[in-house]
Structures are given as C-alpha cells and as structure tokens.
C-alpha cells in the first residue's frame, strides 16, 4: 500500500476499503468466533457479513498510518528494529542526486575504491532492466557482485542474499531488496 500510496494511489486505496461492506468483526474474541461460526455457516451461500482487515506494510509512512486507523480497529503495530538502537550506529547511508549517467557510473566507481572489501555496500536502482548493467560495471571495477531483482527466482534471491551478508560482495538490487533486508 505504501508504495501505491507514493504513486498517488490514496483516493483509489480509499475507494476499495470503503466498497468492501461488512460489518467488523467484534472486539470480544467469544462475540467474534460467535460471529466467524454464523459466517462459516453461510459461507457456500453468501458473502460473508462480518469481516476482518488487515494491513501488512515494511514501512510506515504517515498517509498509510493514516489510512490505517481510518479503516482498522484498534490497530497493532509491529516495529522491528528501532532507530535509536546502537545496532543501527554501524550503518552509513547516503542518498546521492546525480544526474548524468557518466556521474553515477564515476561516484559509484569512487565509491568503490574508497571502500574495503569487509564493507557491505548495497546500490540501489530503479529499475531491474538496469541491475545488470550496474553488476557489470561494479565487477569491472573489480568488486564482486551480486544482483537481486523481481526478475529473479526466490532460490536465485536467498542465494545472492547470502552471499552479501556473508561479506566481501556488493549488493546491486531494486526496491524489493528494501522491503525486508536484515
């Protein structure tokens, strides 16, 4: 949903959530399995009356925080990991705005001699189609790298993934690297 949401998908999120029907289910667990048996009886012939929605999201902005306490009840929020955490002190992140393609290639490049091969690095692009392109160029630089994109199989996945948290590899990956490295 927050992905959407960044799209500017709020209105049409809203509109789903709002057409769905049904009544929530209680806040009293013995009411809700009362409610869930009647449901469960009807179920071959009807849709459902009482409902149950839940949100799942890797990462809270306020528009789906927002969205969230309009259309849950009382609902739970489970955070990993926290920011003051002295784990968290280790990892250096920069966000560069470069504009040509001769620049990113350039800084990567610096970056890369810069850094030690105990270094975990992950770059980060925007589109899969560009993921092996920068693989390539990470490797000319003499590093070597893995790449990871929705392109790949969930086996091709764990097994890049664990060769960058074994060290000494470069991370090349999309967004769905973002959405669940620990």
Do not use: W
Not at 153 to 180: I, K, Y
């Amino acid at each position: 949903a927050d992905r959407m949401i960044d799209l500017g998908f709020a209105p049409q999120i809203e509109q789903i959530l709002d057409s769905m029907g049904g009544l929530l289910k209680s806040e009293d667990e013995s009411m809700a399995y009362q409610q869930e048996l009647e449901d469960m009886k009807r179920l071959g012939r009807v849709v459902p009356r009482h409902r149950l929605t839940a949100m799942f999201s890797a990462t809270m902005p306020p528009e789906v925080e927002r969205i969230a306490k309009h259309y849950l009840r009382h609902p739970a929020i489970v955070s990993i990991g926290d920011q003051d955490s002295s784990k968290n002190n280790r990892i250096t992140q920069r966000v560069l705005y470069l504009s040509s393609h001769a620049q990113k290639e350039k800084t990567l490049r610096d970056i890369l001699h810069r850094s030690t091969m105990q270094e975990k690095i992950i770059v980060f692009v925007n589109e899969k189609k560009h993921a092996d392109g920068v693989g390539r160029m990470v490797e000319n630089a003499g590093r070597k790298c893995v790449v990871l994109h929705g392109g790949k199989t969930q086996e091709q996945r764990e097994e890049n993934l664990g060769s960058f948290r074994c060290g000494g590899v470069v991370l090349v990956a999309t967004d769905v690297a973002g959405r669940g490295l620990d």
